[in-house]
RNA sequence: GUGGUUGUAGCUCAGUAGGUUAGAGCAUCAGAUUGUGGUUCUGAGGGUCGCGGGUUCGAAUCCCGUCUUCCACCCCA
C-alpha cells in the first residue's frame, strides 16, 4: 500500500456513533449551563502568543503551539550574532499561537469589549484547545474544554454555584464524582504559617503530590527544594490533618489564625460551605489542602472534580481569578470559573459503560430504490414524511435489494418502506418493521398516518 | 523535555535456532437466494511485514536511526 493517511500525535477523528455519544455529552453541558443563566461565546483557534505567553507558567509556554508566521518568514530574523537558540528564534518567526485553555481567551475577550458587556457577565464556552504535550491515557493534544465563568462579581454565591452545576452535570450523566475544594489564600497562609510565604509554588507544588507519592517523599521534595527541616516539621501537622472539612477548618483556624490572608482563606471556605449547605447541593464534596491546580493566575477558590470508579485524571477544574484581566489592562475585575474536559468525561463514561442505547438518533424511515419510476412515486411521501419531522430518506441508487436492505439494517433503520411495480399498480406500500421482520401492506394514503402512529407508540 | 513500550491485511492478532509463494478471525465484495437485512454455506480481493539505513548468500525475524502507539515522570482537562 502507499502511504496511510494519518492524523498528528495526540489527535482523533470522531465517527458517527462516537459524535452520537459526545454530543449527549455536550446537550448535558449546555443545557445545564443555560439553566443558570449563562451564554455562550467562541473565540478563534488562534491568539496572538503575546495574549498567551507568560500566563501558565513556564511549563505552560513550552506546551503552547506556536504557528510559523505566513509568507518569508525568515527575511525578518536578525542575522548577526550567528546561530540563535530555538528561544531566541522563535519569537522572531512566530507571533501567533494555538489556544491553550479557554479562560485566558476569555479574560482578553472581556477586556476588548469591556464597554459593551453588562456585569456581572456569566459565560460559557465549548472549543478544543491544544497543548503541544506527550499523550498517554486520559491525555490529548487536542481536546475539548466546556468552560463556565462569570466575571465581574466577588460573591461566593458564584463559587457556589459552580459546584452546583458541577454536581446537576454529573448526575445528568450518571458519574460519581467527589468536588474537592481548596482556597488559594488557605495555601498562603499556611506557607507564611511555617516561615517560608516566598516558596509558595514549591510548597503547594509537593504536598500536591502527597496522596500519590506519601509524606516521606513530599518532605524530601520540600528539603531538595530548600525549604528548612524546622519549616517541614511545622507544615507536618497540615499533611496529616484528619477529619471533614469544617473539622478541618476547625483546626486551621487555630494554626492560621494570626495569618491575615489565611484567615480571609478560612473565611471564604466557611462561606462556601455554608452556601453550598443552602442550596443542599447535591454532591460529595471535601476541602482537600493537597489541591493546588498549576494555573498561576488563581488566588481563591480552587476546584477539581475526580470521578469515584475510574482511575483518571481529573474530568473538571477552576477556581477563582482575581487578576487575569489586569494583565490586559483592565485591574479589579474579578472572575470564578471551571472548565468540564468532554474528552476524559467521555472515557470516563466509556470504561463504565454509561452511554444510554438511544444515543444514536439516526434515519426513522428509508425507502428502498427499485428504479427510476418507483422513486418518483416514493418522493412526495418522503416529503411528506419529513415535514412531519420524520427523519427519512431513500436510497438514491437501485441497487440489488440485498444491498438496500442491509444499508438499512447496518445503519439502524427502524423501519423501510417499499414500493414496486405491484405496489404502483395498487397504490399501496409495503412497511417492514426491521426489528420484527414483520411486513404489511398498506394503502398509499394511510402510509403517513402509520408510520406516525408507529413512531409515537 | 526524561525513561520505558509498541508497530504484520480495513480491524483484532498469529508468525524467531534468520531460509521457498507471510497466515487466521472479523470486516468488505461476489455467489447460493435475479423484490428483502440481521443466521448459514461457498468463493474472491486486499500486505514493498511503520519508514530509512546496516549485518547476511538470504531479514517480518538481528543491529542503528526515525516516526507512531501506549505507559510512567513533569504537568494537566
Not at 520540600?222 to 473539622?247: C, T, W, Y
Not at 414500493?419 to 398509499?444: D, H, R, Y
Amino acid at each position: 500500500m502507499a502511504q496511510k493517511p494519518a492524523i498528528p500525535k495526540g489527535t482523533r477523528d470522531f465517527s458517527p456513533e462516537v459524535m452520537a455519544r459526545r454530543d449527549f455529552i455536550f446537550d448535558t453541558i449546555k443545557t445545564v449551563f443555560k439553566r443558570y443563566g449563562y451564554q455562550p461565546i467562541e473565540t478563534p483557534a488562534m491568539e496572538n502568543l503575546s495574549t498567551l505567553l507568560g500566563k501558565y507558567g513556564d511549563e505552560g509556554d513550552k506546551l503552547l503551539f506556536r504557528i510559523l508566521n505566513s509568507g518569508d518568514f525568515l527575511s525578518s530574523v536578525s542575522q548577526d550574532g550567528g546561530n540563535l537558540t530555538a528561544e531566541q528564534l522563535s519569537p522572531q518567526i512566530s507571533d501567533k499561537g494555538l489556544r491553550y485553555d479557554l479562560t485566558v481567551p476569555f479574560a482578553r475577550f472581556v477586556v476588548q469589549y469591556r464597554n459593551e458587556l453588562s456585569f456581572p457577565f456569566k459565560r460559557y464556552q465549548i472549543q478544543p484547545v491544544w497543548r503541544a504535550d506527550r499523550p498517554q491515557k486520559g491525555r490529548y493534544r487536542e481536546f475539548y474544554q466546556c468552560d463556565v465563568d462569570v466575571v465581574g462579581s466577588d460573591s461566593l454565591l458564584n463559587e457556589a454555584e459552580l459546584v452546583q452545576m458541577v454536581a446537576d452535570i454529573f448526575r445528568a450523566l450518571n458519574i460519581k464524582v467527589v468536588v474537592k475544594i481548596n482556597n488559594r489564600k488557605i495555601l498562603a497562609g499556611i506557607a507564611a504559617y511555617i516561615g517560608r510565604a516566598d516558596a509558595l509554588v514549591d510548597i503547594t507544588v509537593a504536598i500536591d503530590k502527597l496522596d500519590k507519592i506519601g509524606v516521606a517523599q513530599v518532605n524530601a521534595e520540600l528539603a531538595a527544594k530548600g525549604i528548612e527541616a524546622e519549616a517541614i516539621d511545622k507544615l507536618q501537622p497540615v499533611l496529616f490533618m484528619q477529619g471533614n472539612s469544617r473539622e478541618k477548618l476547625q483546626t486551621l483556624r487555630g494554626l492560621l489564625g494570626d495569618n491575615l490572608l489565611g484567615a480571609k482563606g478560612l473565611e471564604e471556605m466557611t462561606k462556601l460551605l455554608d452556601y453550598i449547605d443552602l442550596l443542599q447541593v447535591d454532591v460529595a464534596t471535601e476541602l482537600d489542602l493537597t489541591l493546588a491546580r498549576g494555573l498561576n493566575y488563581y488566588t481563591g477558590a480552587i476546584f477539581e472534580v475526580k470521578a469515584s470508579d475510574v482511575p483518571m485524571g481529573s474530568i473538571c477544574g477552576g477556581g477563582r481569578y482575581d487578576d487575569l484581566t489586569s494583565i490586559f489592562g483592565m485591574p479589579d475585575v474579578s472572575g470564578v470559573g471551571i472548565s468540564f474536559g468532554a474528552d476524559r468525561i467521555y472515557d470516563v463514561m466509556q470504561s463504565l459503560n454509561l452511554f444510554p442505547e438511544t444515543t444514536a438518533e439516526s434515519t426513522q424511515v428509508i425507502f428502498l430504490n427499485f428504479g427510476e419510476k418507483e422513486a418518483a412515486y416514493c418522493l412526495p411521501y418522503l416529503n411528506k414524511l419529513r415535514k412531519n419531522a420524520v427523519n427519512a430518506e431513500i436510497f438514491p441508487d437501485s441497487a440489488k435489494l440485498k444491498k438496500q436492505m442491509k444499508y438499512a439494517d447496518q445503519k439502524g433503520i427502524p423501519l423501510v418502506v417499499m414500493a414496486g411495480e405491484s405496489e404502483m399498480a395498487g397504490q399501496v406500500f409495503t412497511l417492514k418493521n426491521m426489528q420484527s421482520g414483520e411486513q404489511f401492506v398498506i394503502p398509499a394514503d394511510q402510509l403517513i398516518d402509520k408510520i406516525l402512529t408507529i413512531k409515537q407508540g
